[in-house]
């Protein structure tokens, strides 16, 4: 344990407490973008419009699960998924935050874009996706995994932060044309958006499957 820290999330229901460690890959600690599409979502007037209870959520690429866990606390069935190394540090996550669940299940489970999707093949209400536009290589998987997981009632949720460096920009751009092939993208706007976890870098977009 002397690899990690915790991380607190206030949220309207509870405090979060969140695990992410000292050193590590991107997907070991919580990130702005993250916690910006955390904050959306438990929003009412973003719970009056999706209406979490109930409802079948998966999260691509979760890392530590805070998205994930915001949605299970607002009474979804929640899969949070991630390369296998590091599914321990999201099931650290659910196990610290399991009395805020409620009786709402939540997994962590390995996903690696682009394969073993026949392990995910139930129709999910909603994919959540924080941060996720990182590396050439990962954009055609990552588009691929989420057509496969969608259906016509599938609303994708997605924040990611603008970074300017590098080939960040080109990558963000390719991204969006992969996406806008077979998704109708709206971003939403700053100000429907929490009024203190936003941020003009940050966005935040709703796709649905096109057709």
Not at 61 to 68: C, H, K, L
Not at 97 to 112: E, P, V, W, Y
Not at 182 to 189: D, K, S
Request: glycine share 6%.
């Amino acid at each position: 344990m002397t690899n990690y820290f915790t991380r607190e999330l206030e949220l309207n229901d509870c405090t979060l407490e969140i695990y992410q460690e000292l050193e590590g890959d991107v997907g070991c600690v919580v990130w702005d973008a993250a916690i910006a599409l955390a904050k959306y979502i438990e929003m009412e007037k973003a719970q009056a419009k999706y209406n979490f209870q109930g409802k079948a959520v998966i999260e691509l690429g979760a890392g530590t699960g805070i998205v994930g866990l915001v949605a299970a606390v607002k009474g979804a069935k929640v899969i949070i998924t991630d390369l296998e190394q590091f599914v321990p540090l999201m099931q650290m996550n659910v196990t610290q935050n399991a009395s805020k669940l409620k009786d709402n299940r939540m997994q962590a489970c390995a996903l690696k874009w682009g394969d073993d999707l026949e392990n995910f093949k139930d129709e999910y209400d909603f994919i959540l996706m924080a941060d996720l536009i990182y590396y050439n290589e990962s954009l055609i998987p990552l588009v691929q995994t989420m057509v496969a997981l969608s259906s016509k009632r599938t609303v994708i949720l997605m924040s990611y932060e603008e970074r300017s460096t590098g080939n960040k920009p080109q990558l963000q751009k390719e991204f969006f044309k992969l996406a806008e092939e077979y998704f109708i993208i709206h971003e939403v706007p700053t100000e429907e958006q929490d009024p203190v976890y936003n941020s003009d870098d940050i966005h935040i977009y709703e796709m649905k499957l096109k057709g």
